[in-house]
C-alpha cells in the first residue's frame, strides 16, 4: 500500500488510456486527394471534463479505427464544448484551466457570501438542488444512490436522495463561511455525547479519529482546535493551488494539512499523534491502492489502514466518529476506542471496527452522508 492509500480517501484522476496505431488508408497515386491526407491526419488527443471534479484532468485519444472518410467519429460528431459528463462532445485543451479557474473565483467569492446566508436561505438553496439534481440524475447522482443501496440494504426513495443534495449544500455553504465564525459559534454548533471520552483518550494516550463524509467533519475540526486538542489530518493534493486554498482554511482554524503523496505523512502522523495532536482521517474512500478489505453495510470494500496504522505504532486510541447534522448544529457520535491487534490481519480487525460503527452510525442519518464517489469493491 501507498502511503496515501493508508491514510484516507480521495477522488482519483483518470488515467490516459494507451494509444492505438490507426488503420492506414490506402493511398492514392503519389498520395493526392482527400482519402490520401485523410490517411495521414494525425489523431488528436483530447481534453475532456472531469466527472465532477473540481480538479478532474482526464484525458483520452480517440483511440478507435477511422471511418471510410479517414476522421474520427468523435471528431465528425463534434457540436460544441464538453461542459458536462455525458455531453457526448469534446473539449478544447484550454478549457480545464478555465473550469478550474472559475473555480476558484467562485470559492473565493463563495467565502466573502456563505458567512452573510441566512439558515433559512441555505436550507431552501439545498431543497431546491435535491430536486434539480434529482431530476437531472446525473452521473454523481446515480453513484450517490449506489451507495446508498449498499449501506441500506434496500432502495433509496426520492425523499432521501433530495434530502441527501440539501445537507451536501448545507456542508459546502458552511464551510465556505467557517473561516469568519467566532469561537463561540463553532463552539454552539457542535455537540458530543461522549466529550469526556474523547478528551480523556486524548490526553492519556493520543487519540486518532477515522471518520467517514458525513455531517461536516471541518467543523469536528475546528472545534477539536478550539478545545485544545489541535488537529492534523490528510487531504488529496489536486494541484498546488487548490490545494493551497484548502490548506489556507484550515491553516486559520489551526489544523495541520499534509498532502497524501508526501511520502513522509505517514511518519509525521505518527509523530503528531505522539506530540498532543489529534489525527483526524477521512476513512471510508481509498486513493488509488490496495486498503484492506473489510464490509460496510453488507458490501465488501476496500478502505484504508491508515488509521489503525499510525494509531498502532504511535500507541494513540483508536476511535470511530460520525457526524450528523440536527437543524441548529451537528452532533458527533464516537465509538469506544478500538482495541489494537498485531499483525495485517490486527490491521484489517481493527478497520473492520470502525466499518461497524460507521455502518450503524449511517444508517441511522443516511441523509448526512455526502459519498458521492465510488467505493472501491473488494475485487477490484
Known sequence: MGAGDQLCEGAR??????????????????GAGPAGRAGRRARRT????????????????????????????????????????GAGVTAPTWWPGLRDWANRQLFRAGERVAPHLAPGLVRRSGAVAGRVMTRLDGTHLRTYRDNLRQLLGREPDEQLLQAGIASWVRNYVEVLALGRWSAGEINQRVHIPREELLHTEFAEHGAVIALPHSGNWDLAGAWACLNGMPVTTVAEHLGEA???????????????????DDPTALRQLVRAAGTGRLVCLLSERVFDGAGVTVTLGGRAIRMPAGPAMVARTSGAALIAGVCHYTERGMVIDLSDPVPHRPGRDGLVAMTQDVA??????????????HMMQSLRDADD
Open 356 to 369: 461497524n460503527w460507521f455502518t450503524a452510525r449511517l444508517r441511522e442519518h443516511p441523509e448526512d452522508w
Open 242 to 260: 487548490e490545494f493551497a486554498a484548502y490548506t489556507r482554511i484550515r491553516g486559520h482554524l489551526g489544523m495541520q494539512v499534509l498532502a497524501h
Open 13 to 30: 484522476r483518470g488515467r490516459r488510456l494507451p494509444r492505438r496505431r490507426r488503420t492506414a488508408h490506402p493511398r492514392r497515386p503519389g
Open 46 to 85: 483530447v481534453r475532456t471534463a472531469g466527472h465532477g471534479d473540481p480538479a478532474g484532468d482526464r484525458r483520452t485519444g480517440h483511440g478507435r479505427a477511422p471511418d471510410r472518410r479517414g476522421t474520427p467519429p468523435a471528431q465528425r460528431q463534434r457540436t460544441g464544448l464538453a461542459l458536462a459528463p
